[in-house]
């Protein structure tokens, strides 16, 4: 079970909930994967995810881009359950760096949460630090 949460005032994302039914444990070595679902909710937002929407996962994405596994066909749930990357990285691409780079900024992504004393922000990479990386791998562009 997942939910987003948005502010009734300025219809922008506030907070992502979910819980896949694991034992935290499992999830330990996967801190990226909290991108996953703020993905999904960009690219349902422009429209570019249909529900119900099936990628297929081969483990391997474009050139040099790798999931963990080979997980077959999936939809977005059960993309999100498996932490599949091929799927993220499907996503990303269609919603683009641009886009990405703007939703992760209002998702709080990059900035101090002010929770933690001494805390640093984060990097976030946008489209113009992405074009000054001289052979950057990056599957992403700014569109
Ligand atoms: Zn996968």
Same mark, same amino acid.
């Given at each position: 079970?997942?939910?987003?949460?948005? @502010?009734? $005032?300025? $219809?922008? !994302? #506030?907070?992502? #909930?979910?819980?896949?039914?694991?034992?935290?444990?499992?999830?330990?070595?996967?801190?990226?994967?909290? #991108?996953? !679902?703020?993905?999904? &909710?960009?690219?349902?937002?422009?429209?570019?995810? $249909?529900?119900?929407?099936?990628?297929?996962?081969?483990?391997? %994405?474009? @050139?040099?881009?790798?999931?963990?596994?080979?997980?077959?066909?999936?939809?977005?749930?059960?993309?999100?359950?498996?932490?599949?990357?091929?799927?993220?990285?499907?996503?990303?691409?269609?919603?683009?760096?641009?886009?990405?780079?703007?939703?992760?900024?209002?998702?709080?992504?990059? $900035?101090?949460?002010?929770? #933690?004393?001494?805390?640093?922000?984060? %990097?976030?990479?946008?489209?113009? &630090?992405?074009?000054?990386? !001289?052979?950057?791998?990056?599957?992403?562009?700014?569109?």
């Amino acid at each position: 079970m997942a939910a987003a949460v948005l @502010s009734r $005032q300025s $219809q922008q !994302p #506030v907070a992502l #909930v979910g819980h896949l039914g694991v034992e935290p444990t499992t999830l330990a070595a996967r801190p990226g994967s909290t #991108v996953k !679902p703020i993905l999904a &909710w960009l690219a349902a937002d422009a429209g570019l995810l $249909q529900p119900n929407e099936e990628v297929s996962c081969n483990s391997t %994405f474009e @050139s040099g881009f790798h999931c963990f596994a080979s997980h077959g066909t999936l939809t977005l749930p059960d993309a999100i359950a498996a932490s599949c990357n091929v799927y993220a990285f499907e996503l990303a691409k269609r919603v683009g760096l641009e886009r990405i780079s703007f939703g992760f900024t209002q998702f709080g992504l990059g $900035q101090k949460t002010g929770l #933690v004393m001494h805390e640093s922000s984060g %990097f976030l990479a946008t489209p113009q &630090w992405v074009a000054t990386r !001289p052979s950057s791998r990056s599957a992403v562009r700014a569109s």
